[in-house]
């Protein structure tokens, strides 16, 4: 018979079970800490009519979607999980509770070149907090204090979450005026931290033909110093007579004093001005999250506050703040930079070798270990005593359990710590005492 | 701006947050249930290249696929994990160690005509154990106490493990020299306790035109009643000279003996004749899980042993046996027959609502219970007090921390249980003993 070669697509990620361990670890914490702070799950289809996710796309990301016919439908993979939870909150508003606390962990689908640290195939790992008509400022400052919880419990080393706020940006280019350049401003301030102050003034220069006066104050004012309080002082000093720049100070001030009663310790984040955010539909305060000695990554969680989730759905003003952690690029750059790695090939505990042909106390002694709430295994192969140890050696299984003959006229079991080789002679109590610890 | 309608597509499953956190758990249940046994996760991509996942695909099944093109390729989203996994094994046959247990719970996805509980997207639930050229008769024991194991954890009432073996089918009507109608009267007999005797018997008369002697043999053989050591007599019994009835037939008792040595209860499973299951590359033990009083719904856990996982793509040899779940309609079913009820809209344990100008103290007791482990919400909206108990109320979160001037002053915390409106006065401490229980 001709064989069809095994291979997986490129730009998808397929682990071995090892990695697959440590990266379900990872996502079972983020889920922890998003129920933690009250979310709730959504688990909304992978596709949706062409209809409803294109109802606001367009540009880059409409080319990198994925989408097809069946029968007479025009349909699409989701590309994130933000038009789907408008989709859902518009169609689900009269039985949703608001603030409506929603996270949601899923495979999101891009149809982008394939290349080094992309996929095309990924998760992300979302939650967001919607509010009907008003969102308090104060949920501004707690997103902060989930990102700090819910990366800390990743233990992937020290982070920092840098915050801004969109409208000082945008009440700033009015002051110069320049409101019109904003959005093509903010996406070179976006940049600048990847192309240096050099490149920044020149593209300014060239591309937006601004005066150097001009470009001297964005200079001065995104490259802003100190502390917190420091930077937001020196905001208030710049003495800019502009409503939408005062009333963005002001939402930041109050942020950042949140973020400190919300127990945030006060290394853990930083005002940075330079903090644009690429998507159009962020409104008030910004996030991105960086891993410390790691900024090249760029961020691992991000997001903002956004004035109106499902406009493209309903007439009801939705406004909101949510983060995304993109989990799948976050996994391969861990893995990459070796900032974690897979210790174990299965969440065996113990795996019980039987040496009798009548398999009986072997297959009970795993009945019982396994109410006792103990990953186990029986090795049921017919082979040599050497080989079945092997296995757990190549397993990776910390612990087995040997039965025998003298085991069973005895009553006691042979337990083998793998670590160090260390053989005990326990009974089935001992035994569970061990094996829980 | 003109609207979008925000529907979901029919045949998909958007469960609304309360009815989510139930499918959650169950999914979780299973997974827990899976892992105790040795088996480790896999995650393979929803979509795959054509090639590759229609190496073996035809009829039905291949009717049903969503595929498409991007760039150049033709791809296909999953219809089981099973392919998968065949793609992943032959791929990866160096690097695994076997036999290898793989357990896999994800989405797939099946264009099939929208109807009440059929579903174009669907969890699977799937165990498998694959040996390299072998694989102990024990394992098709060991299956029968997974599922036992984890249908119980499900909690959702009593059910009975039916299992046969296809080589007796097999080699029964190999005596009876209709072996090239083996699949056709495997088809029949699978239908047989949906359409009653008087309908089977027609069946094979008008469609298989079988004498009435062949029919009644058959008759006699599926409906061989009695406990299961009387069964297994009484196929002994039958004097039937085939060799592969006669393997059947000693494979089913020791499958069933050790069945008992794995703990599993007489009463938890019974050898069922009638079981074939449709798929063509079951070739010995299968099984069919019930839900006792529910039998309408069909199977609930379902699967079997095979002789070969991979021969599409690689010329070794990979038996194994395995059982999937289908969650999705799984689900819907429990819900339909209100079996399982979903019961909170949240996992959250304990609403603070704040009664000063200052949030902080709430936002520090916050902090405080997230962590010590207590899901915690605080609600930062600016209404009445009474909107704000009103949504733990709907939210039915079933704690609610009030803290105002008194609480503050005082140094306490007032608790309010919100199942009987009893209220409490409370330390911290106090709290977090009421709150942990």
């Known amino acids: 018979m001709k064989k069809v070669e ?9 682990l071995l079970p090892k990695e697959q361990i440590l990266f379900n670890k990872l996502k079972q914490r983020i889920q922890e800490s998003y129920e933690r702070f009250g979310f709730v799950p959504l688990d909304t289809p992978v596709i949706e009519s062409s209809e409803v996710l294109l109802a606001k796309a367009g540009g880059e990301t409409e080319k990198q979607i994925y989408s097809f016919t069946k029968g007479d439908s025009n ?10 939870l408008a989709k859902f909150v518009s169609a689900n508003q009269d039985n949703l509770n608001f603030p409506f606390r929603r996270y949601q962990i899923g495979k999101v689908y891009r149809g982008e070149r394939p290349q080094k640290g992309r996929f095309r195939e990924f998760y992300q790992c979302d939650i967001d907090i919607v509010g009907r008509e008003n969102l308090s400022i104060i949920n501004d400052a707690e997103i902060p204090s989930i990102i700090y919880h819910t990366i800390k419990s990743l233990e992937i080393g020290d982070f920092v979450i840098k915050i801004n706020n969109r409208k000082i940006l945008k009440g700033f280019f009015e002051y110069l005026e320049l409101e019109n350049l904003t959005t093509e401003i903010l996406r070179i301030i976006d940049k600048y931290e990847k192309i240096g102050k050099e490149n920044f003034v020149l593209t300014l220069e060239k591309d937006l033909n601004l005066s150097s006066e001009k470009i001297n104050l964005i200079l001065d004012f995104i490259t802003t110093s100190g502390n917190s309080k420091q930077k937001i002082e020196k905001l208030k000093s710049l003495n800019i007579q502009n409503q939408t720049y005062k009333i963005g100070v002001e939402e930041l001030e109050q942020v950042v004093n949140y973020m400190l009663a919300f127990n945030l310790p006060e290394n853990a984040f930083e005002i940075d001005l330079t903090i644009a955010r690429g998507l159009d539909y962020y409104t008030g305060t910004v996030y991105e999250t960086f891993l410390i000695g790691y900024e090249k990554i760029g961020s691992i969680c991000s997001g903002g506050r956004y004035e109106n989730l499902a406009e493209f759905y309903t007439d009801k003003k939705f406004p ?19 900032i974690l790695e897979a210790k174990s090939k299965t969440t065996t505990k113990v795996l019980i070798i ?43 299984i910390p612990y087995v359990v040997i039965i025998g003959e003298d085991e069973i006229n005895q009553n006691y079991y042979t337990l083998k710590d793998m670590a160090n080789s260390t053989q005990f002679k326990l009974s089935k109590q001992e035994l569970l005492e061990v094996l829980n610890k």
Chains 1, 2 share one sequence.
Do not use: W
């Open 6 to 14: 095994p291979k997986t697509l490129a730009g998808f990620m397929e």
């Open 75 to 84: 349909l699409c993979l989701r590309f994130d999980l933000t038009v789907p």
């Open 354 to 396: 039987p040496m009798t042909e009548d398999f009986s106390p072997s297959l009970k002694l795993a009945s019982f270990l396994r109410e006792n709430h103990i990953n186990t295994e029986v090795y049921l192969e017919n082979t040599k005593f050497k080989n079945k140890l092997s296995y757990a050696n190549k397993q990776e």
């Open 320 to 338: 909101g703040v949510g983060i995304s952690i993109g989990l799948t690029r976050l996994f391969d750059q861990l893995r990459e930079n070796k």
